[in-house]
């Protein structure tokens, strides 16, 4: 559905896109997973025909966003960083402008208008000013204003960033709730919220494509599980060095120090399961596991590298 080819983007001198190149299949919910700066919005604006490139291909449903914009923005409904919402509209005005801006046929715009209230739940608030609606709210607006035009694609520019946990729950839901019509392309930094709702994964850092893949590929299976990230209080090396003698213990590799706790990436072979007897090895030193968690392959590490590098190395190294 959605094909990026050799994508680079120039502020200037600054490259922000470095050749990136991924697919998105028709009704996949695809989780664009980076941190701060890393150019997902870059991305995104390019995608939906905001921003022109400085070289490679984009194209939506068969079509290429330099030669049919057009018939790609017909096709794709965009929920950018900063919803533009007009605050002086009430809720029903500003989508009947959205409708007007879409030139939706106006025999379908009722019918729309009563579905896309009904499915992001802002029926009750239709005759509110914008203004006066809750940060929830108004990102529900937001995905309202996607969703006009019934567009085949969605991509959602950090859909819950700023909003508070039930508020992020209620919109989780309704993406979800969408992924049956639709292909959509959801940026975020948090990397649980893409094993919240996302079936595939692509994670950008500085511009470049770090890692992809399905999620499940990223996901341990039952059975296969053989890494764990375990939380354990104590002394770093008798942690480490109590994990290690564990019968089964692969390795055993310090990550970082959260408050008092110490975390490491434990590997097992495959097939044994370590965890009951690293829990009781660990309680007879008296070093009290707090967490112990089966991670997948690799798309926790993966992304735990990008970030403490990133932290690491100064964020303007850019050539
Ligand atoms: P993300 O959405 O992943 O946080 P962005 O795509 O917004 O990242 O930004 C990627 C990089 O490009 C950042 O280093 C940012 O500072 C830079 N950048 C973004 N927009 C502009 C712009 N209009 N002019 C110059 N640099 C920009
Ligand atoms: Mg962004």
């Known amino acids: ?129 914008i203004k006066n609606l809750s940060k929830g709210y108004r990102q529900r607006v937001g995905f309202a204003q996607a969703l006009v035009g019934n567009p085949p694609v969605l991509v959602l520019d950090e859909p819950t960033v700023g909003l508070d946990p039930s508020q992020i729950v209620e919109i989780r839901k309704l993406i979800s709730s969408l992924r049956h019509d639709h292909t959509i392309i959801l940026s975020t930094h948090i990397l649980s919220e893409v094993n919240a709702v996302c079936s595939s994964v692509v994670m950008i850092n500085r511009g470049k494509i770090a890692a992809s893949g399905s999620v499940s590929d990223f996901t341990a299976s039952e059975g296969s599980v053989n890494k764990f990230i375990v939380s354990v209080v104590g002394n770093k090396s008798a942690i480490q060095k109590t994990i290690s003698e564990v019968s089964g213990v692969r390795s055993v590799t310090f990550m970082r120090v959260d408050k008092d706790a110490a975390l490491f990436n434990v590997e097992s072979a495959k097939n044994v399961d370590i965890r009951r007897p690293m829990f009781n090895e660990l309680a007879r030193a008296s070093l009290p596991i707090i967490e112990l968690r089966p991670v997948g392959r690799s798309m926790e590490e993966i992304f735990i590298d990008i970030v403490n590098n990133d932290k690491a190395a100064p964020a303007d190294d850019n050539k």
């Open 1 to 129: 559905m959605i094909e990026i080819r050799n994508l680079t983007k120039k502020y200037g001198q600054f490259t922000a896109l470095d050749n990136i190149s991924f697919d998105v299949k028709k009704g996949e919910i695809m989780g664009f997973l980076g941190p701060n700066g890393a150019g997902k919005s870059t991305t995104m604006n390019i995608l939906t025909g905001y921003m022109p490139c400085t070289s490679g291909t984009v194209k939506v449903g068969g079509f290429e966003i330099m030669e049919n914009p057009k018939e790609v923005k017909q096709q794709i409904g965009y929920l950018p960083e900063i919803p533009p919402l007009y605050v002086d509209m009430t809720v029903e005005e500003y989508l009947k402008f959205i409708f007007e801006l879409k030139s939706v046929p106006l025999a379908q715009r009722k019918r729309q208008m009563d579905d896309i209230l009904y499915l992001v739940k802002i029926g009750d608030m239709k005759k509110r000013l």
